[in-house]
């Protein structure tokens, strides 16, 4: 096992276009957002592996006063959402092109497939996501 | 899969006690009330309760959500001793946020059970309505306004991802109420009732609860604003949207106090002055804000190590509490404890029957809507309020059939989750 600077290397893959997760070389699980080790079989030899961007969103709220940050308003409109990535991990996250006209369509459809979009922020890049069919 | 052990011995509560949830700042008796006085108020009075003074305590365990915001301390467990009598005697601090009193239970119940102590004291406090004073002494505070508090919460989530992926820290204001919507195939009105039905029993509660913060019912306030029905007036401007699904009657009440526990060995506690309540059992779990559906997830978990240690069904529980400062916690760890039926629980809640005089009641105390939240002293108020109603000690407001076995579901800090199982002892 080596000591290194996973949340650096991931924030730097994103900044060339790479969504990394990191898999798990005993058990084959991905880890994403990427951390040291296993936790589904507790390995400690783990991989860097890049995301295909490919999920679904499995469910969501819309966001309400209290959780509309002004920061996020070029993002809407938008959904709180839980994602589950086609290598299996699932974790919350925001979904873009997601609001109440078309609210009941896709709670009726769940759980839809969207896709990885990298957006940038103050000073760093992340990992959103968008319907996949609109 | 964790599998909880068996206590080397058995270890029950002897006393409680516990401070008015209050805003100290708003009242001329209680302004430049300090944390040392809550806390010390609060120990002495579970002393009291159990026969005790501090010269009989071994040890305890300080718990504070948030010691360098809410009291200018590091070491919050160090400027507490000298005010309940405890000068020169070990002690802990322990910070869990909203979980914290929950696990102030847990943490006296191993030191007792693993032989090293005797009598120990646990006890929590916050001051979550107003903020010291920097360079005055400790009576000086100004106010800590709601919003000046919502931009802290994100201090209990992950720096790496969870805050920069945007939706973790609130996506848990409507999460477990969209999933139970979803699951339950309830309409969006429908569960907006629900919430607001379990608000309305909160409030009942606690007007019959002497230390809670907020005491007037609903209905005088929808009369009061000239509706005729209540729930007319909970889907009104007057408790507007928050989220997606909750609303203002459904948020924590934040607020000031203080409550502490003590223990011992069960085969010592028939000595002191009152009823023993054994603690059976306490399963804990914790999922990152992160992870979806944490709440759920870490309810089951932790309701499944408890249940399994102590092989208690969940038809024994006579009474439950949850940590509500988001009020669908109430229904959703209900169901998953199996306290309530699953996917029939809202129906009860409907129904009025979690309330105090119900025939499967909720927070009699008021829960984090209407009795307050001091964030971490929250989960010992809960504990207090429950061996009082398993002593029957609650007046006007105890339950109808004298609990025997109690559950409290803990939850908080980014988030922990814990199911601590009570039964009076025989």
Redesign the interface.
């Known amino acids: 096992m080596k000591l290194e600077r996973i949340?650096k290397t991931f924030y730097d893959s994103l900044e060339e276009g790479k969504i990394m997760g990191r898999r798990c070389k005993r058990c084959g699980a991905v880890e994403f957002?990427p951390v040291l080790c296993c936790n589904s079989c507790s390995g400690t030899e783990m991989e860097w592996v890049e995301m295909s961007g490919k999920a679904k969103m499995?469910?969501?709220?819309?966001?309400?006063?209290?959780?509309a940050?002004p920061e996020?308003e070029d993002?809407m409109p938008y959904s709180?959402?839980?994602v589950e990535l086609e290598e299996g991990p699932?974790?919350?996250?925001?979904v873009c092109g997601v609001a109440r006209r078309n609210k009941a369509k896709l709670?009726n459809e769940?759980p839809v497939p969207v896709k990885a979009r990298i957006v940038q922020?103050n000073g760093?890049k992340?990992?959103?996501f968008d319907l996949a069919v609109e | 899969m964790v599998k909880l052990g068996s206590y080397s011995r058995s270890v029950s509560i002897i006393g409680v006690g516990c401070t008015p949830f209050m805003y100290t700042l708003d009242t001329p008796e209680t302004d430049g009330l300090t944390e040392g006085e809550l806390f010390g108020y609060a120990a002495l009075d579970a002393m009291q309760d159990a026969g005790v003074e501090a010269k009989d305590i071994d040890f305890y365990f300080h718990g504070q959500a948030s010691p360098k915001m809410g009291s200018d301390y590091l070491t919050p467990n160090m400027q507490v001793a000298d005010w309940f009598g405890m000068r020169g005697k070990g002690s802990i601090h322990h910070s869990e946020a909203c979980c914290t009193g929950y696990l102030a239970l847990d943490q006296a119940v191993n030191a007792v059970a693993s032989g090293k102590f005797d009598i120990v004291l646990s006890g929590c406090v916050e001051m979550a309505d107003s903020l010291p004073v920097p360079g005055m002494p400790a009576h000086f505070r100004k106010k800590f306004s709601m919003e000046e508090f919502l931009a802290t919460t994100v201090w209990i989530y992950d720096r790496a991802y969870t805050r920069p992926f945007l939706s973790g820290p609130v996506i848990v204001f409507d999460d477990a109420a969209a999933l139970y919507a979803k699951e339950n195939k309830l309409s969006e009105s429908q569960i907006d009732d629900v919430l607001n039905a379990m608000s309305i029993n909160n409030r009942r509660n606690a007007a019959k609860a002497p230390l809670a913060l907020c005491r007037k019912e609903y209905k005088d306030l929808a009369a009061e604003a000239g509706f005729g029905d209540v729930m007319d007036y909970m889907r009104s401007p007057h408790n507007p949207k928050m989220g997606e699904y909750l609303r203002v009657s459904g948020m924590e009440l934040k607020c000031d106090g203080a409550a502490a526990v003590i223990v011992c060995p069960t085969e010592m506690a028939s000595r002191f002055k009152q009823k023993p309540v054994k603690v059976l059992g306490i399963g804990n779990a914790a999922f990152e804000g992160s992870q979806v559906h944490l709440e759920t997830r870490g309810t089951q978990e932790a309701v499944r190590q408890v249940y399994e240690l102590t092989k208690v069904r969940p038809e024994e529980i006579d009474l439950f509490y949850a940590n509500d400062f988001i009020i669908t916690s109430h229904l959703i760890s209900a169901e998953i404890a199996g306290y309530l039926p699953k996917g029939e629980g809202w129906k009860y809640i409907m129904e009025g029957r979690t309330a105090y005089d119900g025939d499967k009641p909720i927070n009699t105390n008021g829960g984090r809507t209407s009795f307050g939240h001091a964030h971490a002293a929250s989960g010992l108020a809960d504990l207090y309020e429950a061996v009082k109603q398993m002593r029957g000690q609650c007046g006007e407001r105890q339950v109808k059939r004298l609990p025997r076995t109690t559950m409290l579901r803990g939850f908080g800090g980014g988030q922990n989750l814990s199911a601590t199982i009570l039964r009076t002892a025989d």
Do not use: M, Q
């Not at chain 1, 469910?59 to 959780?67: A, C, H, Q, T, Y």
């Open positions: 949340v957002p499995t469910d969501f709220v819309l966001p309400g006063i209290l959780s940050k996020n993002l709180l959402a839980c699932r974790f919350n996250t925001i709670l769940l922020r760093y992340i990992v959103i």
